[in-house]
Nanobody
Framework: QVQLVESGGGLVQPGGSLRLSCAASGGTVSDYAMAWFRQAPGKEREFVAVITWRTSYTFYLESVRGRFTIARDNGKNTVELQMDSLKSEDTAVYYC?????????????????WGQGTQVTVSS
């Protein structure tokens, strides 16, 4: 049973940066496709970014491409999301997820394990 714990959320002004981290236990992040999703109040959970198993290809939500970067640290068994040039519309709870199939799905139901989420608020 893989357990995922997110950290790094907080309050930041528009244009600022945050770095989210997802620590895994009970499994190795390199054995899974690892993704970040987010959910804003009153909205569906949406895909943000994914890094695939083995090949480490990355895919992003169109609205965050060029501002967010997903990366995997196999030595630390973590996945991180560097978020730059943050906008108010990025405000949401951000979730880390793992998919054993590994090809990089953007569908929430394809993911086997989820963290508890970390709040990101972008506001002046």
């Amino acid at each position: 049973q893989v357990q995922l714990v997110e950290s790094g959320g907080g309050l930041v002004q528009p244009g600022g940066s945050l770095r989210l981290s997802c620590a895994a236990s009970g499994g190795t992040v390199s054995d899974y496709a690892m993704a970040w999703f987010r959910q804003a109040p009153g909205k569906e959970r949406e895909f943000v970014a994914v890094i695939t198993w083995r090949t480490s290809y990355t895919f992003y939500l169109e609205s965050v491409r060029g501002r967010f970067t997903i990366a995997r640290d196999n030595g630390k068994n973590t996945v991180e999301l560097q978020m730059d040039s943050l906008k108010s519309e990025d405000t949401a709870v951000y979730y880390c997820a793992a998919d054993h199939v590994g090809w990089g799905s953007q569908i929430t139901d394809d993911y086997d394990y989820w963290g508890q989420g970390t709040q990101v608020t972008v506001s002046s």
